[in-house]
């Protein structure tokens, strides 16, 4: 069983606000991930880490920022929400090296900005 | 690019009914192919994976058989539950960071 861990688990907020989801794994891994779901479901990479001080934008072009501190910790921030950043977040994270590693994902934040 | 198609839903099936979801992929080599399940409200939970053509990947009484011929990985299970309802998303990748995620077909059954 994977240990990967997101806060809050939802979150209802104002717009311009500040706010940041947190993600933890105590699995050791090195590869983060954050995707973003739309409520019609698909998922769209939006971030993603080799390791520590690594962090890559991912597929679809986000206003959010991540950082890489720790290697058991990906938070990301969103400077300013606004309603169009509604959606579910759900981070995830792989094992270094070899072929064909699995993504363990977390449990998700779901985002309500109103 | 690498891209995965899936049945389209939703899917709506009566307690004890034999389940396909379908999903083929397009990619350049062989990729490992994956199939994942969204509970309501929670992640993504892995079901089963096949790395390399013919493999059958199976778990909880599914299982996906990896078809190089036809690019193919159909998620079949014999006897479906209402446990099952859930979102099912067919998923590719080249050991790279990066899964191809098809858009998921949301799974329901009724007792």
């Known amino acids: 069983e994977a240990d990967i861990y997101q806060t809050p688990r939802y979150l209802v907020i104002g717009t311009g606000k500040k706010i940041t989801l947190e993600c933890s794994q105590t699995?050791?891994?090195?590869?983060m991930y954050w995707y973003q779901q739309d409520p019609g479901m698909e998922l769209h990479l939006i971030h993603y880490?080799?390791?520590?001080?690594?962090?890559e934008k991912g597929d679809l072009s986000s206003e959010s920022t991540v950082s890489r501190i720790r290697t058991e910790h990906f938070p990301l921030t969103l400077e300013s929400a606004r309603p169009s950043h509604t959606s579910q977040y759900l981070c995830?994270?792989?094992?270094?090296?070899?072929?064909?590693?699995?993504?363990?994902f977390g449990p998700g934040t779901r985002l309500l900005v109103l | 690019g690498n891209s995965v198609t899936q049945m389209e839903g939703p899917v709506t099936l009566s307690e004890e009914a034999f389940l396909t979801i379908n999903c083929t992929y397009t990619?350049?080599?062989?990729?490992?192919l994956f199939w994942y399940v969204q509970y309501p409200g929670e992640g993504l939970q892995l079901l089963l994976k096949?790395?390399?053509?013919?493999d059958k990947g199976s778990n909880k009484g599914f299982e996906a058989t990896y078809r190089k011929e036809t690019t193919s990985f159909h998620l079949e299970k014999g006897s479906v539950q209402v446990s099952d309802s859930a979102v099912y998303f067919c998923?590719?990748?080249?050991?790279?960071?990066?899964?191809?995620f098809g858009t998921g077909t949301r799974l329901t059954i009724i007792p």
């Open positions: 096949a790395t390399k053509a013919d």
């Open positions: 699995m050791g891994h090195d590869k």
């Open positions: 995830a994270s792989s094992p270094q090296g070899g072929l064909r590693e699995t993504q363990y």
């Open positions: 990619a350049t080599g062989y990729p490992s």
């Open positions: 998923a590719l990748n080249f050991g790279n960071e990066k899964l191809t």
């Open positions: 880490s080799y390791g520590v001080n690594s962090t």
